[in-house]
């Protein structure tokens, strides 16, 4: 008997030990990190920290982590767990070939409809594959229009607060259910812009479109100089317009520099280049390019799937693709709403979050992305959410989809391939950035094996980068404590 009493007392001991060495280690990095929040890379910034044990959802540590601020692409966070929730890890995108006409012989008696699906990997080799299975079933003239149809989502191409300076750029492409990437993975909306040395100083750089865009106008300013001589190009696009203005110097045998650009119209865009696959596979188009929607009475001559949703939000969430979320978030809505529309997909967004246990009332959402200055979280508000969907089935589809801390390789590192590299492996988090804004959230495994839920938002600074260093100390502290 007292050897067992011996026993539990010794348990009672050091169990209180471990819990008191915890809490020591916990005051530890609370104020080692309460001293980087008075850097001078973050003097009259504003700051939102709140840290979590990830097996019980106790807050360890906040920093004003009630506070409102912009989480610039930490909402990606919020939009990726609702579209996997309500759309499903399975939901897949489908852009459809379908007629209201007949097929005699070799001629498509009727109209050709391009029915857009909401893809937002659809790519220039997708449009080809689905134009040579057109010509697989023998068709080689479309005798009556070709006809686009976008109705899937609303006409509505960007965001509320989304300023006319980002629409030229990759990262603020105009949203349509029927679009197409400049290249895998990247943003959808898009044209991938090469410019390349020509012979000779004093001429023009040579300019090539990718995918091909032959009704894009170029205005191309450029001039070829001497090796010894610095690349000054600069590439835009005016707002609603397609012609891109290219200028600079380039300097002779300099390696060819890509940019992704937005185009003015999606859909136009896609429409235009399905007419090019045509005339490239010899496919006679007789009749006109339009845009209509679909008749209930048409057939499906072919059919394009995306990869499962669990897929698509890898880029989404390890590259910080903006028109994924945007489309994932219209998406939800005519799923799930029968609107394909920003606000009803943001509306039933904030009525799941609810169910989480998140007050909406406190929070401001206005795109998918996080690119709105409006946005509008708190750090304790994005750690609840990363601790409660832990017992959702497609957890391990979101975890994996986050970066991993200082793995080079692109398609895991993501946006943290270059960051953070001696915690390799012990920290997934999503990246966020936009104009006087940085934030970090996610995982991460201490040394001594804890796991921990963290949120890191700095607003109002005046460089970014210098403030991310700022959240690399706070996040090595905590793996290393």
């Given at each position: 008997?007292?050897?067992?009493?011996?026993?539990?007392?010794?348990?009672?001991?050091?169990?209180?030990?471990?819990?008191?060495?915890?809490e020591?280690?916990?005051?530890?990095?609370a104020?080692?990190?309460?001293?980087?929040?008075?850097?001078?890379?973050?003097?009259?910034?504003?700051?939102?920290i709140?840290?979590?044990?990830?097996?019980n959802?106790?807050?360890?540590?906040q920093?004003?982590?009630?506070?409102?601020?912009?989480?610039?692409?930490?909402?990606?966070?919020?939009?990726?767990?609702?579209?996997l929730?309500?759309?499903?890890?399975?939901?897949?995108f489908?852009?459809?070939?379908?007629?209201?006409?007949?097929?005699?012989?070799?001629?498509?008696?009727?109209?050709?409809?391009?029915k857009?699906?909401?893809?937002?990997?659809?790519?220039?080799?997708?449009?080809?594959?689905m134009?040579?299975a057109?010509?697989s079933?023998?068709?080689k003239?479309?005798?009556?229009?070709?006809?686009?149809?976008?109705?899937?989502y609303d006409?509505?191409?960007h965001?509320?607060?989304?300023?006319w300076?980002?629409?030229?750029?990759?990262y603020?492409?105009?949203?349509?259910?029927?679009?197409?990437a400049?290249?895998?993975?990247?943003?959808?909306?898009?044209?991938a812009?090469?410019?390349?040395?020509?012979?000779?100083?004093?001429?023009?750089a040579?300019?090539?479109?990718?995918?091909?865009?032959?009704t894009?106008s170029?205005?191309?300013?450029t001039?070829?100089v001497?090796?010894?001589?610095?690349e000054?190009?600069?590439i835009?696009?005016?707002?609603?317009?397609?012609t891109?203005?290219?200028?600079?110097?380039?300097?002779?045998?300099?390696e060819?520099?890509?940019?992704i650009?937005s185009?003015?119209?999606?859909?136009?865009?896609v429409?235009r280049?399905?007419?090019?696959?045509?005339?490239?596979?010899?496919?006679?188009?007789?009749g006109?390019?339009?845009?209509?929607?679909?008749?209930?009475?048409?057939d499906?001559l072919?059919?394009?799937?995306?990869?499962?949703?669990?897929?698509?939000?890898?880029p989404?969430?390890k590259?910080s693709?903006?028109?994924?979320?945007e489309?994932?978030v219209k998406?939800?809505?005519?799923?799930?709403?029968?609107?394909?529309?920003?606000?009803?997909?943001?509306?039933?967004?904030?009525?799941k979050?609810?169910?989480?246990g998140?007050?909406?009332?406190?929070i401001?959402?206005?795109?998918?992305?996080?690119?709105?200055?409006?946005n509008l979280?708190?750090?304790n508000?994005?750690?609840?959410?990363?601790f409660?969907?832990q017992?959702?089935?497609w957890?391990?589809t979101?975890l994996?989809?986050?970066p991993?801390?200082?793995?080079?390789?692109?398609?895991?590192?993501?946006?943290?391939?270059?960051?953070?590299?001696?915690?390799?492996?012990?920290?997934?988090?999503?990246?966020?950035?936009?104009?006087?804004?940085?934030?970090?959230?996610?995982?991460?495994?201490t040394d001594h094996?804890?796991?921990?839920?963290?949120?890191?938002?700095?607003?109002?600074?005046?460089?970014?980068?210098?403030?991310?260093k700022?959240?690399?100390?706070?996040?090595?502290?905590?793996v290393?404590?």
């Amino acid at each position: 008997m007292k050897r067992w009493l011996f026993i539990c007392w010794l348990m009672v001991v050091f169990s209180g030990s471990t819990t008191a060495l915890a809490e020591q280690t916990n005051v530890t990095w609370a104020r080692q990190i309460d001293k980087l929040t008075q850097h001078k890379y973050l003097e009259h910034a504003q700051v939102g920290i709140s840290i979590r044990s990830a097996e019980n959802g106790k807050i360890l540590y906040q920093n004003n982590g009630d506070n409102r601020l912009h989480p610039a692409s930490n909402l990606k966070l919020i939009t990726s767990a609702m579209a996997l929730e309500l759309l499903g890890v399975e939901h897949r995108f489908e852009t459809e070939f379908r007629t209201d006409g007949e097929q005699h012989w070799s001629i498509l008696d009727g109209d050709l409809y391009i029915k857009g699906g909401g893809d937002p990997s659809l790519t220039m080799t997708d449009i080809e594959d689905m134009v040579l299975a057109l010509k697989s079933q023998g068709i080689k003239v479309l005798k009556g229009d070709l006809i686009a149809d976008d109705s899937r989502y609303d006409s509505i191409r960007h965001s509320k607060d989304l300023p006319w300076s980002d629409e030229e750029t990759y990262y603020g492409s105009a949203i349509s259910a029927l679009t197409v990437a400049a290249e895998e993975g990247s943003d959808t909306g898009t044209v991938a812009v090469e410019v390349n040395s020509s012979e000779h100083v004093g001429g023009k750089a040579n300019i090539r479109l990718v995918p091909a865009y032959g009704t894009m106008s170029i205005v191309n300013n450029t001039k070829m100089v001497s090796e010894d001589n610095i690349e000054t190009i600069a590439i835009t696009r005016e707002h609603g317009e397609e012609t891109l203005y290219i200028s600079g110097e380039f300097p002779k045998n300099h390696e060819a520099i890509q940019q992704i650009i937005s185009v003015w119209n999606p859909t136009d865009y896609v429409i235009r280049l399905v007419d090019q696959a045509l005339k490239k596979h010899n496919i006679i188009h007789l009749g006109h390019s339009l845009r209509k929607k679909t008749p209930s009475q048409s057939d499906v001559l072919i059919s394009h799937q995306s990869e499962p949703l669990g897929k698509l939000i890898v880029p989404l969430m390890k590259y910080s693709n903006n028109s994924y979320a945007e489309i994932f978030v219209k998406e939800i809505g005519k799923v799930c709403g029968r609107n394909g529309s920003w606000q009803k997909g943001i509306e039933l967004e904030k009525e799941k979050l609810q169910q989480l246990g998140i007050d909406t009332d406190k929070i401001v959402i206005r795109d998918g992305s996080g690119l709105s200055h409006i946005n509008l979280v708190t750090a304790n508000t994005v750690t609840n959410l990363l601790f409660e969907i832990q017992k959702y089935p497609w957890f391990h589809t979101y975890l994996e989809a986050l970066p991993i801390a200082g793995v080079q390789r692109k398609e895991i590192g993501g946006t943290l391939r270059h960051r953070l590299g001696k915690t390799k492996g012990r920290v997934q988090a999503k990246t966020g950035t936009i104009s006087t804004v940085t934030a970090l959230s996610g995982y991460l495994k201490t040394d001594h094996e804890d796991d921990l839920v963290f949120s890191i938002i700095f607003n109002n600074v005046l460089d970014e980068e210098k403030a991310k260093k700022i959240e690399d100390e706070i996040v090595s502290i905590l793996v290393h404590s």
